[in-house]
């Protein structure tokens, strides 16, 4: 998001796009003392124009300003850090019985986490309340001294659409719409709120931390009731017009499991022994190999990674896969497996949805 420090002119976007550039450098390297010089080298943009950018930067809060020691004729260096803990950032995996918490300072770097179970948080405005009590309770119990966070991801498995609107809830009807995202604005009045799909979140972190870094296109698969694709386009997320792109899941690449058992279920299942478990395990895999082809063709990927549970059962679906791939796919993506437990990856993802959010003109106005 451009920063504009300066009066709205015909040479805003010029000046809010060097001015982003930097603060990106500067957050890059949040706990590193920078010169004009160094700033300068590493964003491409001249030394005049980076000293101007680093003052409105400091008079606005967002840096911090330390005089090097003189090296000669001449006044000191300045140099220039980003203000990491002004705020802190949140990422929550909310599920109908528990919430996952990672605290992050504004760098990125975790701070705080903790996890709590409910009997119930099916009723968005109990998740609401339940999710502000454990981001306060923590940060008391951290000590981070920051107030509410900044920004928060809460990361949810039902598709969302750009707007933060619950699109399709397997929960039922009170998820749908903007009903939890209303709940914990009102819940967390001083923070900006995003809500984001779980197997998106967990692409995006693999994108960023984890297998996928570097790569310019893939198909992330996620074990939910079927497989849950996320498309990596051009070295981004790919959510689509309304954010339904592959459907969360909703395309019947694998026949459905009865009694409302999801494919990690039945990875768990397996791997504790359970050899009727392990059986349909098998039959499943073979079952789904040929829709998972179709519906990666449409994106001619690079890689497609088995993400959340299936990295655990690797072994077991890659071959099928790779061979359905060489069967109908002019270019056959190399699969490979998640390299992110799944509640690491998708709180990984949250962090980094909210780092890319983040708004300083909103926190700057509280």
């Known amino acids: 998001m451009l920063i504009d420090l300066e009066p709205r002119g015909s040479s805003t976007t010029v000046r809010a796009a060097n001015t982003q550039r930097v603060l990106d450098v500067l957050r890059s390297r949040a706990h590193e003392w920078l010169p004009v010089r160094a700033l300068s080298e590493i964003s491409g943009i001249s030394r005049p124009t980076v000293a101007r950018v680093c003052?409105?930067?400091v008079a606005a809060g967002w840096a911090s300003l330390a005089e090097g020691v003189s090296q000669g004729v001449g006044r000191p260096a300045r140099e220039y850090r980003f203000r990491s803990d002004l705020r802190s950032l949140a990422a929550v995996l909310l599920t109908p019985s528990s919430v996952s918490l990672r605290i992050s300072d504004l760098s990125g770097r975790e701070m705080a986490a903790a996890k709590r179970t409910a009997q119930t948080l099916s009723c968005p405005s109990a998740a609401a309340e339940f999710i502000a009590d454990l981001v306060r309770a923590t940060v008391r119990e951290h000590e981070v001294e920051t107030q509410d966070p900044a920004v928060l991801t809460v990361s949810v498995p039902f598709l969302v659409?750009?707007?933060?609107?619950?699109?399709?809830?397997?929960?039922?009807?009170?998820?749908?719409?903007?009903?939890?995202?209303?709940?914990?604005?009102?819940?967390?009045?001083l923070t900006q709120v995003i809500l984001a799909n779980n197997s998106r979140l967990a692409a995006e972190a693999e994108l960023n931390h984890g297998v996928l870094r570097g790569a310019d296109s893939a198909v992330y698969l996620y074990p939910g009731p079927g497989y849950e694709p996320s498309m990596i386009v051009h070295g981004s997320g790919y959510g689509g017009a309304h954010g339904a792109a592959g459907a969360g899941g909703l395309v019947p690449v694998i026949p459905r499991l009865e009694g409302g058992l999801t494919l990690e279920d039945l990875v768990n299942q397996f791997e504790a022994g359970d050899a009727q478990a392990g059986e349909r395990l098998s039959l499943l895999l073979e079952r789904s190999a040929t829709g998972v082809a179709l519906l990666v063709s449409a994106f001619d990927p690079q890689f497609v990674v088995l993400g959340g549970a299936l990295s655990r059962v690797f072994e077991e679906a890659e071959p099928g896969l790779v061979a359905a791939f060489r069967e109908i796919l002019r270019y056959p993506p190399m699969v490979i497996g998640g390299s992110l437990e799944r509640e690491q990856a998708i709180l990984l993802g949250g962090i980094d949805r909210a780092l890319a959010a983040m708004d300083l003109e909103h926190i700057a106005r509280h």
């Open 55 to 57: 003052e409105a930067l």
């Open 161 to 189: 659409d750009p707007g933060g609107s619950i699109l399709s809830s397997q929960a039922g009807p009170a998820w749908e719409g903007h009903t939890l995202l209303q709940a914990l604005g009102e819940a967390l009045p």
